[in-house]
C-alpha cells in the first residue's frame, strides 16, 4: 500500500495489489474490455449529468452510511486544511472545468453538513441535488466502465538486520532517485550532475549491490518481501515484539508488470484458480517460477519508516479508511473528490454481493492508470487481504462537487466566512 515518497504523501497506497492476488483475468460482463484505454488529448474524464438525467439511486449508500465514512471524510478535511493541498491540486486534477479547489473543499463541508443534519434519505436526497452537481466518469468506453479491484495493508513478522529466518529485504531510498517533485512519479537515476539516465531492470538492481547498505527490513521469503513492495506499506512486528510502520518513498521508473497476470501468462496458474494464496503455494514448491515472474516486474519500490498515526496512509499522506478510501488515476480525477461507487464487492465467502457507497478519492497506484480503473481499499490484515483478492467487478462511479453558488457559504473551518445557511428541503 503506497503512503507516500519522502514527505509522506505522494505516491500510493496502491501500486496495484490486484495486481498479484487475482485480478488481473477479464471480467466476465465485458471480456474484450480495455480499462487501460486512455483519454484522448484533453479530454475529461467526468461527465456532468444534466437536468433532465436521472442521479444514481442513492438509497444503499445512505443505509450503509457510518462512521467509516465520517473518519474518512475528517481525513479528507484535513488534506484540504494542508497548505499542500492547494498548491497541488491544479497539478493533480488540471480539469477546472469540472471543479476549482475552493469547490472541492467546500464540497466536502458541505457534504458532511448535509448528511449530518439529514433525518432521511428523501431530506439528504432534495439537499444533495439543489446544492451539488453530480458527474459520472466516462469510464473504458465513454459510458461508465470502470474496474474495480481491492487492495490492502499488510502485517507482517520482520527483522530490521539480516538473520536466519529473515534473509530478504526491502530497502531505503537511494539518493540518487529522481522523482517529480510535484506527481512523485519517477524521473530516473542520477549518475552524476548533469545526467540523470533510466533504472536498470529489478534482476540487475538487486545483483549490482547498487542498494547495498540501504537495507531498511528484512523478510522471511522473497515473496513477502515482494508483497510489501507492491502494497507500497506495512505494519511490521519485530523479533523484540516491536511494531513498526513503513511506507512508500519512491519507485524506479521501471515498466509494471503483475505477477499474477506473469504467472497467468507462463501457465503456471490457471486464471480462474489465481489468487494469493495459490501464488504462495506455487512459491513453496517452486520458488525460482516464481521469482522469474516477479523480475518481470522492473518497477522496484523503496521504502520508509514512518509514524504509526499516519498507517495506513495514501496519496493525499492522511489515513486511509476501510471500504471508504479509493484510489483512482490522479491524473484525471480530482484528489478528495466525494464519490458513489456502484459495483459488485467480494465477500469472505466468496461471493458477489452489491457494493453501493459513498466514498472518498484518497489515493492512487502505479497500476491504477486511466479512467477505467480504481481499486477499493479493503483494510488492514488478513481479513481484508482475502476481500482485496476476490474483488474482481466492473461497474461505474459519480462525483459530487458543490455547486458555484453555495461555495463561499462552506469554507473550510480555517478560512473566515458568514454563518452557513442550510439548506432548503424542497
Known sequence: MQGCNTLIGFSSLAIATLVIIGCEAPP?????????????????????????EQWPDLSKAWSARDAYLQEGLMQDQSWFESPSSRSRFPQMFPFPDVCTWDQASSSVIAFRQI????????????????????WQTKGWNGKGGVLFTGYFAPEYQASLTKRPGFEYPIYRRPKFLETDPVTGQAIGR???ESEVVSWPNRAEILSSGMLNGLELAWFATALDAYIVQINGSAKLTLPDNRVIFIGYAGATDGEYVGLGSSLVNAGLIPAQDLNLTAIRRLYEKDPASVM?????????????????????????????????????????????????VDTLASTHGGSKEP??????????GGAIRAPGRADIFMGIGPSAEILAGGQYCEGTLYYFFLKSEYVSQYPLPARKAAAKPKAKSG
Open 190 to 192: 542520477r549518475i552524476s
Open 355 to 364: 457494493f453501493q457507497r459513498f466514498m472518498l478519492d484518497q489515493d492512487t
Open 292 to 340: 522469474a515472474m516477479i523480475n518481470l516486474n522492473n518497477r522496484f519500490v523503496f521504502f520508509t519508516e514512518y509514524d504509526g498515526k499516519t498507517w495506513p496512509a495514501g496519496s493525499l499522506g492522511v489515513k486511509v479508511t476501510d471500504k471508504v478510501s479509493l484510489a483512482t488515476d490522479k491524473s484525471v480525477y480530482p484528489p478528495g473528490g466525494i464519490l458513489f
Open 115 to 134: 448528511l449530518n443534519d439529514s433525518t432521511d434519505q428523501a431530506t439528504f436526497d432534495s439537499a444533495l441535488k439543489q446544492m451539488f452537481d453530480c
Open 28 to 52: 466476465v460482463p465485458t471480456p474484450t474490455a480495455d480499462f487501460a484505454q486512455k483519454l484522448a488529448p484533453g479530454e475529461c474524464a467526468l461527465r456532468k449529468l444534466g437536468p433532465t
